[in-house]
């Protein structure tokens, strides 16, 4: 089974290569490239090949990251300039081969982040410090994020200042899912996410909320399964891995916590979740996470 998982990282790489000739092809004749179909398609590569352990993949995203990485040094090379002048064309390919090698890269981290954290492997090194001031600064870190996707970010904290023994790079990963889910799958015209963190007796909440249309109970109920996505999901993000729900779900639970979705149809939906208030236990392990 490791080869076979090995040959659909490296058919992803050679799909990548050729999108943005087939893209341009496709404009010639007028029509829309659709490299995001495509990621699509590897993507669901990925998903039949679930059952296999994660130590298989994760040794085949880890083999994966190397080349990627590679592959980025040398895109940004060509972006600089650094091999010569480029023309509008050249740069609206390097442009594309970037977006891909970016998607690629996210899905392979990931998947190494499911296997660590399933695995036992992934280092846990809390540090006490204000919750509220660090959610701030990972929503200012998604600003160009907000600005693309025309999207307004509001915070509302009680009390104005929350203090936990928190992983903050983890609560990042989770949170940074959290947000990107909210922009990409918000269908109103003005969107609007609202986190909301409150202080419990026994746990401290972050939610997430959108004021999009909301999804079917029926598919809210398999959402953070791996690999799952919505048919509306689908249509309107084709690229999407149907992962980052997945980490956060499972890294919430590392931390002894959890996720929960609430939905209300037409009206948004909410994402909480909930740490213990007495902060997260600290583990050696052996793999940091992988960005």
């Known amino acids: 089974m490791f080869p076979t998982i090995i040959l659909l990282f490296f058919v992803c790489a050679g799909i990548g290569a050729a999108m943005s000739i087939a893209a341009d092809r ?9 490299e995001e179909r495509e990621v ?30 590679e592959e980025k040094w040398y895109l940004d090379l060509l972006m600089d300039q650094s091999a010569g002048k480029l023309n509008a064309k050249q740069k609206e390919y390097l442009i594309r081969a970037q977006e891909n090698n970016t998607r690629l890269t996210t899905i392979a981290n990931n998947l190494l982040n499911i296997s660590r954290v399933t695995n036992g492997t992934m280092i846990v090194c809390p540090e006490t410090g204000d919750i509220v001031a660090r959610t701030r600064e990972i929503v200012d870190a998604h600003a160009t994020c907000m600005e693309e996707y025309a999207c ?3 915070i509302t904290a009680r009390p104005a200042a929350i203090f936990l023994n928190i992983d903050t790079d983890l609560y990042s990963e989770i949170l ?13 015209k003005n969107p ?6 409150k202080k419990e007796p026994s746990h401290i909440t972050v939610s997430v909320t959108d004021n999009g249309k909301g999804m079917a109970t029926k598919e809210s109920a398999h959402i953070f399964k791996k690999f799952s996505r ?4 689908i249509k309107r993000v084709p690229e999407g891995s149907g992962l980052g729900l997945h980490v956060a779900h499972t890294i919430a639970a590392k931390l002894g916590g959890s996720l929960t979705y609430a939905n209300t149809t037409k009206k948004g939906s909410t994402f909480t979740l909930a740490l213990p ?8 392990g052996t793999r940091p996470l992988a960005r």
Not at 59 to 69: E, N, V
Not at 178 to 184: G, P, V
Not at 192 to 197: D, E, K, L, Q, R
Not at 230 to 233: I, L, M, N, P
């Open 192 to 197: 609007i996410i609202t986190i909301t963190i």
């Open 152 to 154: 307004t970010a509001r």
């Open 176 to 188: 940074g899912h959290l947000l990107m889910n909210a922009m990409q799958y918000n269908e109103n």
């Open 230 to 233: 919505t048919r509306k999901g």
């Open 277 to 284: 208030a007495e902060g997260v236990a600290p583990h050696k």
């Open 26 to 34: 496709k404009m010639k004749r007028g029509e829309r490239g659709d």
């Open 40 to 69: 699509a398609l590897i993507v669901d590569g990925l998903a039949m090949s679930d059952a296999t352990n994660d130590d298989e993949v994760s040794a085949a995203a880890h083999a994966f990251r190397a080349p990627l990485a």
